[in-house]
Antibody, heavy 118, light 111 residues
Framework: QVQLVQSGAEVKKPGASVKVSCKAS????????INWVRQATGQGLEWMGW????????GYAQNFQGRVTMTRDTSRDTAYMELSNLRSDDTAVYYC???????????WGQGTLVTVSS | NFMLTQPQSVSESPGKTITISCTRS????????VQWYQQRPGSPPTTVIY?????PSGVPDRFSGSIDSSSNSASLSISGLKAEDEADYYC??????????FGGGTTLTVL
């Protein structure tokens, strides 16, 4: 079955960077875009950006321009999201999600908690 | 850019019908499809409605979606409420400037 499995929780200091991975299985990885969404504790969903798994093109939300980079490794069927210059308000659960054939986010990773604390 | 505004919380008794609204701040609600996601505590979201009113396979027909151009809003209705429907619900739509926009989310409590 279609599945996205993310890397484990991270604790980072302010100013550092974090790179979260998202491994796809159950489908041809390069066929569908991967999006990234984050959710601070008790807060709503915030879209961060998307990556074309085939071409490596990416587009980022205005709030994250200049701080986020989305890449992929097709040999590993894995997408990556790197967020730099971390601040305490970047503490959140980060999700990857497949933009599927139905035109919606049809499969989500389990989430990766990133904690930013000095 | 536009915003999607949802009520913060709604509550209703089991067996009843609830409707959650999602109002678009600018531009027509009909110009881009609206999706609805359900999120239970500690779990990632799952889709309950896509393209305004389509249900993914496995989603019961108790869930329905609609749009109303006069109020520039989308709605998610859940009939025959069950305890398992208690969750947060988010609407989502497309914005050419900042592709995916989520509403702030609505907490559904089944009393």
């Amino acid at each position: 079955q279609v599945q996205l499995v993310q890397s484990g929780a991270e604790v980072k200091k302010p100013g550092a960077s974090v790179k979260v991975s998202c491994k796809a299985s159950g489908y041809t990885f390069t066929t569908y875009d991967i999006n990234w969404v984050r959710q601070a504790t008790g807060q709503g969903l915030e879209w961060m950006g998307w990556m074309n798994s085939h071409s490596d093109n990416a587009g980022y939300a205005q709030n994250f321009q200049g701080r986020v980079t989305m890449t992929r490794d097709t040999s590993r069927d894995t997408a990556y999201m790197e967020l730099s210059n971390l601040r305490s308000d970047d503490t959140a659960v980060y999700y990857c999600a497949r933009f599927g054939p139905g035109g919606y986010f049809d499969c989500w990773g389990q989430g990766t908690l990133v904690t930013v604390s000095s | 850019n536009f915003m999607l505004t949802q009520p913060q919380s709604v509550s209703e008794s089991p067996g009843k019908t609830i409707t959650i609204s999602c109002t678009r701040s600018s531009g027509s609600i009909a110009s881009n499809y609206v999706q609805w996601y359900q999120q239970r505590p500690g779990s990632p979201p799952t889709t309950v409605i896509y393209e305004h009113y389509q249900r993914p396979s496995g989603v019961p027909d108790r869930f329905s979606g609609s749009i109303d151009s006069s109020s520039n809003s989308a709605s998610l209705s859940i009939s025959g409420l069950k305890a398992e429907d208690e969750a947060d619900y988010y609407c989502q739509s497309y914005d050419s400037n900042n592709p995916w926009v989520f509403g702030g989310g609505t907490t559904l409590t089944v009393l």
